[in-house]
């Protein structure tokens, strides 16, 4: 049982390159999201399934896309790198939508743009 | 808009202190979470709080909701080295059908042997 894993663990991108930071659970968890950590802001919502074919947006959703093929797979798309993009990405999921479930989260992707 | 609020946002303490942090909103959440972040990994969730007053305790860590479900501390008794670590809540929004987590500043705790 691998939980919540991410790839890459690191990533150097210059401006106006696209990436895919990808996000896998083997948890059969129905709600995944992702988030970003700046220094002094927590945690802040990109985006939010909430289950296959079911997306929408969190709190920063601008310059990021994703999609929910498949329940185990929740891939985070950057479209054109900028430096405000510079980051560590959080993928996490839960069983239900509730807002008590327990959030497991991977270990993170941490993206330098230049 | 940053809704939660937590402070302090660092604290470096001796072992065997004792420390409160505190997260606070003008929103009412439906439940509350905290997790515990150590250098290079994901949050690890500590506790979930869901009735305005509740404590709940952890070993040395004791956990509070306020009575408006708009604010909730965490209270540490003699502190070891192992409890070094960014502190964070996390408020489910009031009748929420998502899972919308909204994450407060992050308190850094560093536990000095």
């Known amino acids: 049982n691998a939980g919540v894993t991410q790839t890459p663990k690191f990533q150097v991108l210059k401006t106006g390159q696209s990436m895919t930071l990808q996000c896998a659970q083997d948890?059969?968890?129905?709600?995944m999201s992702w988030y970003r950590q700046d220094p002094g802001m927590g945690l802040r919502l990109i985006h939010y399934s909430v289950g296959a074919g079911i997306t929408d947006q969190g709190e920063v959703p601008n310059g990021y896309n994703v999609s929910r093929s498949t329940t185990e797979d929740f891939p985070l798309r950057l479209l054109s790198a900028a430096p405000s993009q510079t980051s560590v990405y959080f993928c996490a999921s839960s069983l239900w939508t509730g807002g008590t479930d327990t959030q497991y989260f991977g270990p993170g992707t941490r993206l330098t743009v230049l | 808009t940053q809704l939660l609020e937590q402070s302090p946002q660092f604290l470096s303490i001796q072992e065997g202190e004792n420390l409160t942090v505190y997260c606070n909103s003008s929103s009412v959440f439906s439940s509350l979470q905290w997790y515990r972040q150590e250098p290079g990994e994901g949050p690890v969730l500590l506790v979930t709080?869901?009735?305005?007053?509740e404590v709940k305790k952890l070993k040395r860590l004791t956990f509070q909701f306020g009575d408006a479900r708009k604010d909730s501390s965490l209270h540490i008794t003699a502190a070891q080295p192992g409890d070094t670590g960014l502190y964070l809540c996390a408020g489910a929004h009031y009748g929420g059908a998502t899972n919308k987590l909204i994450f407060g500043t992050g308190t850094l705790l560093a536990v000095q042997p």
């Open positions: 709080v869901v009735t305005g007053g």
């Open positions: 948890m059969n968890h129905e709600y």
